[in-house]
């Protein structure tokens, strides 16, 4: 959840926990805090980076199987990754 009056963004994982809040420190820079088992700023910096690498794609194409399988891909497959499931899902 993003409130977008806030000046900083704050970021939960609750199946483990784990949390960040990003503040502006400056042009291009940010103060970060982090809480938890997981790296969620670099996560957030790895998926950014192969975005970038990726040619920056605006939009993905979504798939569905029979199997019930979702897959994101971007026009130029550059970029592609499978949906989890929802809980309760089968």
Do not use: K
């Not at 192969?50 to 920056?56: H, I, K, L, V």
């Not at 971007?74 to 949906?83: D, I, M, R, V």
């Amino acid at each position: 959840m993003r409130h977008f009056g806030a000046e900083d963004l704050t970021i939960g994982a609750l199946e483990c926990g784990a949390w960040m809040r990003v503040r502006p420190a400056g042009h291009h820079r940010w103060d970060v805090t982090m809480s938890g088992p997981r790296g969620i700023w670099a996560e957030i910096q790895d998926v950014a980076a192969r975005w970038r690498a990726a040619g920056e794609p605006a939009v993905y194409e979504l798939h569905f199987d029979v199997a019930g399988v979702q897959q994101v891909t971007s026009p130029n497959g550059a970029l592609t990754w499978q949906l989890p499931h929802a809980p309760g899902d089968a």
